[in-house]
């Protein structure tokens, strides 16, 4: 017997298409047969909502100066107040990491030849808060702190195998019990399992919002509101017929 290794992924269902051995006449509907000679073919799905337990955000810290060191100064203390506010919100160093960092020179091109205004100075952190009651009041404490921009906010599984492992268990049920049905309704009687094949590579992108700037001054806490995530499973099962018939 053949058996790949599986894995579920997340994102949007796959259509699914069901397959049965060459002694059965095709039949219409929503799935569709597929005659092999080999034994019955089934395509298995499933579908779970599981709720994240943590969130991701990536925060930007942008300054601009006349002179490149001062832009470099600045954003170096805008940043740090950042980290401490994190810190102080009971985000851990383990859960921040730095994205990139970039200084740009900034020119008139109005004028020819252009000529040099200034800095842009950009730093970018990921930050993964743990504990969801406390993403809109961290990330409001943050951009008091000195961050500019708010980007990718995301809703994620810290342990995505579990919700996979789920999944893929409720798809190859479903599998099996579509190749049951069919070998009942064509009178034969399901053998060994020849072969079970994950579907399509794992996919994930629960995104809650894209981009928001984020006001300084802010009074109110940022709501956020936790989305459920989509766990989607399929495979593939090729069963023997079994020689001895209904």
Same mark, same amino acid.
């Given at each position: ?11 949007? #269902? ?24 080999? @034994? ?34 600045? $954003? ?20 921040? /990491? ?5 200084? /740009?020179? /900034? ?27 406390? @993403? ?14 708010? $980007? ?20 190859? #049920? ?8 069919? #070998? ?42 936790? /989305? ?19």
């Amino acid at each position: 017997m053949r058996v790949s290794h599986i894995s579920a992924f997340f994102g949007a #269902a796959a259509v699914m298409t069901t397959g049965l051995g060459a002694s059965a006449a095709p039949i219409r509907g929503g799935d569709r047969l597929v005659m092999q000679s080999e @034994g019955i073919t089934a395509h298995g799905h499933a579908e779970t909502k599981v709720k994240p337990d943590i969130l991701k955000a990536t925060l930007g810290v942008t300054t601009i100066s006349r002179s490149q060191a001062d832009a470099v100064s600045a $954003n170096a203390t805008r940043a740090k107040a950042v980290l401490a506010a994190l810190h102080s919100g009971g985000v851990a160093d383990k859960d921040i /990491q730095t994205q990139y960092y970039t200084v /740009q020179p /900034q020119y008139d091109y109005k004028k020819s030849p252009a000529v040099l205004t200034g800095y842009q100075v950009s730093n970018s952190i990921q930050v993964t808060v743990r504990d969801l009651t406390k @993403g809109g009041v961290i990330i409001d404490q943050a951009t008091k702190a000195g961050a500019t921009d708010v $980007n990718d906010l995301t809703f994620d599984l810290s342990d995505r195998k579990k919700a996979e492992g789920a999944a893929l268990v409720a798809a190859v #049920a479903n599998a099996r019990s579509k190749a049951d049905l069919m #070998a009942g309704a064509s009178g034969v009687s399901l053998g060994r399992l020849i072969s079970l094949d994950e579907g399509t590579a794992p996919t994930f992108e629960p995104v809650m919002f894209k981009s928001r700037a984020m006001a300084a001054d802010t009074s109110d806490t940022t709501p956020v509101v936790p /989305q459920e995530i989509v766990v989607t499973a399929d495979v593939t099962v090729v069963y023997d017929i079994d020689a001895g018939v209904k």
